[in-house]
């Protein structure tokens, strides 16, 4: 036997006689809890982006209405529409930091009573928002090219 193995051996045997209370050990609903704290922390730091690139889309629009950089579009329709996307984007990153921390709360209770089943709800409708403002951003992007 090696020296590697003979090793092995003795740390197996060794921990077999370590008393449950002694044994450094993570459950699974730890882990569980961890993952979906990580989930959570996520979903804070996209909101954030959201939130900022609102921020900084409705403020960009703002500049160029201040220097005087007029399109046709502007003048035909009086709707500023990067204030349009930029408030909807932050509105958007708002109401889904709240939608996240529902779902982490319900998932939270579910791992305790260990009947987790991944809601779908959240996911649908946030994809629906989003791939309804970016495609109103990409028209909006065509008609003042």
């Not at 009573?113 to 992007?141: D, M, N, Q």
Request: net charge positive; proline share 3%.
């Amino acid at each position: 036997m090696t020296q590697r193995e003979e090793n092995a051996s003795n740390t197996a045997a060794e921990g077999q006689n370590v008393p449950p209370s002694k044994r450094v050990g993570i459950s699974k609903k730890v882990t569980d809890h961890l993952a979906n704290q990580r989930t959570f922390l996520a979903w804070a730091r996209t909101c954030l982006a959201t939130m900022r690139f609102g921020f900084v889309v409705e403020r960009f629009g703002l500049l160029l209405r201040e220097l005087g950089l007029k399109t046709a579009i502007t003048n035909i329709l009086p709707v500023h529409y990067s204030s349009f996307f930029g408030v909807s984007l932050t509105i958007l990153g708002v109401v889904v930091i709240i939608v996240a921390l529902l779902e982490f709360l319900q998932i939270r209770r579910s791992i305790d009573s260990e009947r987790f089943h991944p809601p779908a709800g959240f996911a649908i409708v946030l994809t629906i928002l989003v791939s309804l403002i970016g495609t109103l951003l990409a028209i909006y992007l065509i008609l003042t090219a």
